[in-house]
């Protein structure tokens, strides 16, 4: 009979799946030669820099960038 899994086993596993994503991520943005737009949620920052720079898709809630590489 199997055991029973805890809530934090999973929620640690949830974060473990969550880095391996960005992870792979990162690695495809690096591989990548021609130009392609990856959409990722970005945290709120106080001071974001310049924003038309980064490629904001909403310049005043700052919620998604554009990346294009």
Same mark, same amino acid.
């Given at each position: 009979?199997? %055991?029973?899994? #805890?809530? +934090?086993h999973?929620?640690? +596993?949830?974060?473990v799946?969550?880095? @391996?994503t @960005?992870l792979?991520?990162e690695?495809?943005? #690096?591989s990548k030669? #021609?130009?392609s +737009?990856i959409l990722?949620?970005?945290?709120?920052?106080k #001071?974001?820099?310049?924003? @038309?720079?980064?490629?904001y898709? @909403?310049?005043? %809630?700052?919620t998604?960038l554009? +990346?294009?590489y």
């Amino acid at each position: 009979m199997p %055991e029973k899994v #805890s809530g +934090f086993h999973i929620n640690k +596993f949830i974060a473990v799946q969550q880095y @391996n994503t @960005n992870l792979a991520i990162e690695q495809y943005k #690096s591989s990548k030669k #021609s130009t392609s +737009f990856i959409l990722q949620t970005i945290c709120r920052k106080k #001071s974001m820099g310049d924003t @038309n720079k980064a490629g904001y898709d @909403n310049i005043h %809630e700052k919620t998604l960038l554009n +990346f294009n590489y």
